[in-house]
């Protein structure tokens, strides 16, 4: 297992990339629009990890009521694991819950 991704909520992603690209000295891969999430994203590579800045595209987005409720940051670590589904039971089975299979 290692960590594939570190998710950062953000409220203007046009702001962040200037400070996340000033930060890691590169620009991002990868922009893209969830509308089932309701974010846009951009990914930045940090060697075998990678750094994703999510931004709220509506009002009812559950990034936008993170930031309301938290602020900005630290939102989310995703690991990679071999089988998702195995790995979903298993931590089920050990009483974790999950906001989204």
């Known amino acids: 297992m290692k960590i594939d991704h570190i998710g950062i909520a953000v409220k203007n992603l046009a702001v962040a990339r200037e400070v996340y690209s000033t930060i890691l000295n590169e620009e991002p891969y990868k922009k893209e629009t969830v509308d089932s999430d309701k974010v846009t994203t951009l990914f930045y590579r940090t060697g075998e990890s990678k750094i994703e800045l999510l931004e709220p595209t509506e009002q009812d987005s559950p990034i936008r009521k993170f930031i309301e409720k938290r602020g900005e ?29």
Not at 73 to 101: M, W
């Open 73 to 101: 940051g630290l939102h989310h670590i995703a690991f990679e694991v071999e089988n998702i589904h195995a790995a979903i039971i298993e931590y089920k089975n050990k009483g974790f819950s999950f906001v989204d299979e």
